[in-house]
């Protein structure tokens, strides 16, 4: 049982090159989440899914898209990654049908230069 | 939305004293209120969470307490031990099972002294 699985743990972008960050989790949650920490501003969400097929902005969603492939797999992708958006980015899951404790993954440390 | 604050942003204790972190939230329709634990590098863990319907609930050295008339919560952490140096932060939910996901404080930074 791996829980949440992110990949990758690290990666340079130069400004304007796109990339995908993957999140898959095992423990047959509903709802799926992407959220960034910088430095003093704690975790704050990009956008999250509440089930299969759904997806909603969260409190920062721009310069990001995600796509729930299925159940199991929430992707963010950065179309064109900018300086603001060097960051540590966590994936996480929750059942929403009873216990709401939100599993993270290992979290994906970017840097746009 | 929902706007949590937390404090103290830093907070400095002697082994086996207690420490206390406290939380506000701006929303009364928040009914879900967990608090995570993230050693340096590693992944936010869940150590304690409360329910609206509840005021307090304990864990061992861990406790949580909750006024919902005031809009705020608190961790409590006694008999400190070194491994509980970390950052902790508290969050709020609105959903209750954590569907449109959590709103976080900024963090507090928790450094046990020997």
């Known amino acids: 049982n791996a829980g949440v699985t992110q990949t990758p743990k690290f990666q340079v972008l130069k400004t304007g090159q796109s990339m995908t960050l993957q999140c898959a989790q095992d423990?047959?949650?509903?709802?799926m989440y992407w959220y960034r920490q910088d430095p003093g501003m704690g975790l704050r969400l990009i956008y999250y899914?509440?089930?299969?097929?759904?997806?909603d902005k969260g409190e920062v969603p721009n310069g990001y898209n995600v796509s729930r492939l299925n159940k199991r797999e929430f992707s963010l992708r950065l179309e064109s990654a900018a300086p603001s958006q060097t960051s540590v980015y966590f994936c996480a899951s929750s059942d929403t049908g009873g216990r709401a404790e939100a599993f993270f993954g290992q979290g994906t440390r970017l840097t746009v230069v | 939305g929902e706007n949590v604050e937390q404090h103290p942003s830093t907070l400095s204790v002697q082994e086996g004293d207690s420490a206390v972190i406290k939380c506000t939230y701006s929303?009364?329709?928040?009914?879900?209120f967990p608090w995570y634990k993230q050693e340096l590098g590693k992944r936010p863990q869940l150590i304690i969470d409360i329910r609206s319907n509840v005021g307090e609930k304990k864990d061992q050295r861990i406790a949580v307490t909750l006024n919902k008339t005031a809009k705020h919560f608190s961790l409590h952490i006694t008999e400190t031990q070194p491994e509980d140096s970390a950052v902790y932060f508290c969050a709020a939910s609105s959903s209750g099972g954590g569907a449109d996901g959590l709103t976080f404080g900024k963090g507090t930074h928790l450094i046990i002294q020997p």
């Open positions: 899914s509440a089930s299969e097929g759904t997806t």
């Open positions: 929303d009364s329709a928040s009914n879900y």
């Open positions: 423990m047959n949650h509903n709802s």
